[in-house]
T-cell receptor, first 120, second 111 residues
Framework: GAVVSQHPSWVICKSGTSVKIECRSL??????MFWYRQFPKQSLMLMAT?????????EQGVEKDKFLINHASLTLSTLTVTSAHPEDSSFYIC????????????????FGDGTRLSIL | DAKTTQPPSMDCAEGRAANLPCNHS???????VYWYRQIHSQGPQYIIH???NNETNEMASLIITEDRKSSTLILPHATLRDTAVYYC????????????FGTGTSLTVIP
């Protein structure tokens, strides 16, 4: 159980286009999902926290107008990289934790397999 | 969240136990210790987590010192497929609480 799926797994597109990445929790509900970015040979950097039915919370230095996050249901969050440029090329990873009624849990986050984005 | 310190790299012979240390000297009483690993070009894989007691599952054992300022992840019989970057993270329990990744330990299992 606790499977998180990302789509697409990789995408190549021209500079200036917008790219949408989907993150789905396949066998559980997730009130909160998280988006990370990872550059080559570096660690994961948290970009934003996606909350179902409300606005996402962005980490310092992450442009919210550049990286649009929508979390319309308990099983789906999307990240849209708007007007992508070569410097946005990276490995984008999402994660989710199982929803518990009381909202308090030490359960781990489960990660998708990531989306490799290349902007030409 | 507390900061963690891990050695940047380690080697381990195949079939031997791999012991990966993590220092979290500023951990607070309500923060859990989580371990993940990341194989190249994949998302992180959950391994194990604990608060203060030692934990064991089918993948690994987690040993947390009594003062909780450090922990060790033990892979009892390392295989080549265990070659990965291992991350130790401390976090307050709560589904809305973020994970902040450090630099991790790159473990290479040698045949």
């Amino acid at each position: 159980g606790a499977v998180v799926s990302q789509h697409p797994s990789w995408v190549i597109c021209k500079s200036g286009t917008s790219v949408k990445i989907e993150c789905r929790s396949l066998d559980f509900q997730a009130t909160t999902m998280f988006w990370y970015r990872q550059f080559p040979k570096q660690s994961l950097m948290l970009m934003a926290t996606s909350n179902e039915g409300s606005k996402a919370t962005y980490e310092q230095g992450v442009e919210k107008d550049k990286f649009l996050i929508n979390h319309a249901s308990l099983t789906l969050s999307t990240l849209t990289v708007t007007s992508a440029h070569p410097e946005d090329s990276s490995f984008y990873i999402c994660s989710a934790s199982k929803r518990f009624a009381r909202g308090y849990s030490n359960q781990p986050q489960h990660f998708g397999d990531g989306t490799r984005l290349s902007i030409l | 969240d507390a900061k963690t310190t891990q050695p940047p790299s380690m080697d381990c012979a195949e079939g031997r136990a791999a012991n990966l240390p993590c220092n979290h000297s500023t951990i607070s009483g309500n923060e859990y210790v989580y371990w993940y690993r990341q194989i190249h070009s994949q998302g992180p894989q959950y391994i194990i987590h604990g608060l203060k007691n030692n934990e064991t599952n089918e993948m690994a054992s987690l040993i947390i010192t009594e003062d909780r300022k450090s922990s060790t992840l033990i892979l009892p019989h390392a295989t080549l497929r265990d070659t990965a970057v291992y991350y130790c993270i401390v976090r307050v329990a709560g589904t809305g609480n973020q994970f902040y990744f450090g630099t991790g330990t790159s473990l290479t299992v040698i045949p």
